[in-house]
């Protein structure tokens, strides 16, 4: 086994330690607050959203789908590490507030968002460093930022209401339910994906100033959103309804604008980058076109589920993935952002003729 490999299997248990110490430490300090009746119908409840979400934010990701276990990273980091980091230092902030000036009103605009959105991308920025051949880019960086968000949307979402619950008013917990859970699902998402974008920006540039920048300016964003988000939820219905409508709606349309662009730059980026294994007769030129297109990617799925069902469907994808993965090693050793060996490509390769072999016996 590799030296890589080794540092990778020795971090996976200590990953998993931390993450279930961080969220076993904010499920009590949640449960400490609103108690076992608050807390259990609000870990279901809270649940409602989590699923379409991420739905959404994998349909983004369709060229090459990150591995399950880092995603459940992200996951964890939003729900388990950052909302805990969030509970203490917001906690303390306010105290410490409360103490020195006696006023702590308004911790949740220029306090909280600071703290929240540089706890989440702290999440993304390890990803970054230390699976640096699983982030390619925009789209990588929306998809693990937007996993950090809704776990820790999650958690928070327990918090308040197992909150609503407490109060014993059928009516405050529909409000924050329908406010929290269904009208704005994608609000913590959305905000973190602002620093996703900055450090896939970042993972596809060398200049020193680029790679600080753009993580720095992706993280301001995030937190004049969550500030804005925080100071319309505290100033009335009307206010809420109008900053929703205005700034949430817009910033969710333009992210989905960027990341839909990100992702057919990947597509012409694989095109472009899968043509050398044309000329070495690693792939034909109707395999490539098939790779760089989402739809012939679909088309090419649909054909192996008629031919051979799930595990049909299961070769094309492996296929797929495999060369893509080698566009994008192809791209990060052309713009100088990742060190790679023949060995791995040669590796990639051997693996892509096999399931090459398979998938031409699937598709006309």
Known sequence: MSAPRVRASALLPLSVLVLVVCGLLSLTAVTMEVGLRGVLPGLAL?????????????????HEAEPPHLLAFAFGWGACVASLGALVLNTGVSRLLDRSVGDVTNTSVFVAPVVEETLKGLGVLLLLLKQRRQFDGVVDG???????????????????????????????????????????????????????????????????????????LGLLVAAVLHALWN????????????????????????????????????????????????????????????????????????????AGGRDAVRAVRDFQETATELAFRRDRMRRGTSASSPEEELELLERLAVQRTAVLGLLP
């Open 231 to 306: 100071a319309s939820a505290g100033s009335g219905t009307a206010n809420f309804i109008e900053v929703f409508l205005l700034l949430q709606v817009p910033v969710f349309a333009a992210a989905v604008a960027v990341a839909l662009a990100a992702r057919v730059r990947e597509a012409r980026l694989i095109g472009r980058h899968l043509q050398v294994y044309v000329r070495t007769g690693w792939l034909g030129e109707a395999e490539v076109a098939m790779l760089a297109s989402g739809a012939g990617r679909r088309r090419a799925r649909s054909v192996a589920s008629g």
């Open 46 to 62: 809270a649940a409602v959203p989590v699923g379409p979400v991420l739905a959404t934010v994998l349909w983004l990701d369709r």
């Open 142 to 216: 929306i998809v693990y930022a937007a996993f950090v968000g809704v776990g820790f949307a999650y958690l928070e979402n327990v918090l308040y209401l197992g909150r609503a619950l407490g109060d014993d008013q059928p009516a405050s917990l529909v409000v924050v339910f329908v406010l929290r859970c269904l009208v704005s699902p994608f609000a913590h998402p959305l905000f973190t994906m602002a620093v996703g974008v900055g450090l896939g920006v970042a993972a596809r540039h060398r200049r020193a100033s680029c790679r600080v920048g753009a993580p720095l």
